[in-house]
């Protein structure tokens, strides 16, 4: 399973993409919202992200008509080459969604909470479906079960759409993400660096330096009783 930062934080990126770890960015107008303060506008950031990874990254249109989102997602594609553009599924956007795909710009659709949304998604083109796996576990639904549902949907059908599992809250998402087989996973920094992190190689670390260190004193000793 590849793994994408959920994030238009350029530091988080940049320290993900340092450790080897980052195969893509989403982006949305509310992450974007987080660091508007310092990010210049959308385009900007959306750039200087593009500069820093190499794979896609999605961008969000936030037009409410099929003719003004396909008129967004044309001018958000040109921001730079690997830009997908992220379309929300409800009708406009299913008729965004085909039309755009047609034109062979690649779409992020955003916002499925079912499968039957992904199934359409797909038929009209997309190339990738983002299930919200954490919006749905708040309202009682099990994220992950979707996730499923929509991999093993698009395996029998050949469909080429690839799945992002976004809105991940904590690492077992992930565990289970990659365990039903979704292409892809989009994360929140914290979660990613969750990942690295275990009491026992904390532990482990530790106990090996004290007994390097150890090891050198009684070396140290050592030559020094036969040098007398
Ligand atoms: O990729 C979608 C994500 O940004 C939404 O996450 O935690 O707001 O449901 P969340």
Redesign the pocket.
């Known amino acids: 399973m590849r793994l994408y930062l959920?994030t238009a934080d350029s530091d988080e990126i940049r320290q993900a993409v340092a450790w080897g770890v980052c195969d893509g960015v989403?982006t949305?107008p509310?992450?974007f919202a987080k660091v508007s303060g310092s990010a210049g506008s959308y385009k900007e950031r959306v750039q200087e992200i593009a500069g820093i990874v190499d794979g896609p990254i999605s961008a969000e249109c936030v037009s409410r008509t099929a003719d003004a989102l396909v008129e967004e997602a044309r001018e958000i594609a040109s921001w730079h080459p690997n830009v997908v553009v992220k379309i929300p599924i409800d009708a406009a956007g299913l008729e965004a969604i085909s039309r755009v795909s047609a034109a062979g710009i690649q779409v992020n659709t955003?916002l499925i909470f079912s499968a039957n949304q992904a199934l359409l998604a797909a038929n009209a083109g997309a190339a990738y479906v983002?299930p919200?796996i954490?919006?749905l576990d708040d309202i009682g639904q099990d994220g992950v079960t979707l996730v499923a549902e929509i991999v093993e949907m698009l395996d029998r059908y050949h469909l080429p759409t690839q799945v992002i599992a976004?809105?991940v809250?904590h690492t077992q998402h992930v565990t289970a993400c990659a365990s039903v087989g979704a292409h892809i996973a989009?994360l929140?920094f914290p979660v990613l660096a969750s990942m690295l992190q275990h009491p026992l190689t904390d532990k482990g670390i530790a106990t090996f330096l004290a007994d390097w260190d150890r090891a050198q004193a009684q070396q140290r000793s050592g030559a020094e009783s036969v040098a007398r």
């Open positions: 959920d989403t949305n509310s992450l955003t983002s919200f954490g919006r976004a809105s809250r989009t929140p």
